[in-house]
């Protein structure tokens, strides 16, 4: 009997290329959102330190200048935290979308790999019914040379 060759087999190899990449790249993307969640969560606590001193520091002598520098200082934090938040939300989003073109992926390559399970069984069906054919031909053989003792 011939040797198992699957015919597909080029195409099941592009689609563990197409996987490990779809893979890698979410990676990245999963890196990047955990990262901007970070970042935010960084600023979110400077911001409310900062809020912190301006709002409940009043305790001493009101100097206007201080206070006007430290609430600039403030309104330039919060405006950092709504850009980080806004970094977070288009993470997220190409993190779903990168998650959505990994499971595609994975699918795919799925499809052939069951494919291929699917023939190797067919191919090692088929070897072991043509093996069970020649034992059957030799027994056969077997039976019509050995005279019927009676």
Do not use: W
Not at 33 to 59: D, I, M, P
Not at 80 to 85: F, G, L, N
Not at 102 to 123: D, M, S
């Amino acid at each position: 009997m011939k040797k198992f060759r699957f015919p597909l087999q080029p195409v099941g190899v592009l689609r563990n290329h197409q996987e490990q990449r779809a893979r890698e790249v979410f990676a990245a993307a999963v890196h990047r959102y955990v990262q901007s969640e970070e970042k935010l969560a960084a600023l979110r606590k400077r911001a409310a330190e900062l809020a912190e001193v301006l709002f409940h520091g009043r305790s001493g002598q009101f100097l206007a200048a201080e206070a006007a520098a430290l609430l600039r200082v403030y309104r330039g934090e919060c405006q950092s935290v709504m850009e980080a938040e806004r970094e977070v939300i288009e993470a997220r989003e190409d993190m779903n979308k990168r998650r959505a073109e990994y499971i595609e992926a994975n699918r795919r390559l799925k499809i052939v790999t069951k494919l291929e399970e699917k023939a190797r069984e067919k191919h090692r069906l088929a070897v072991l019914r043509a093996g069970q054919e020649e034992l059957d031909e030799l027994a056969g053989f077997r039976a019509f040379r050995q005279p019927a003792l009676s």
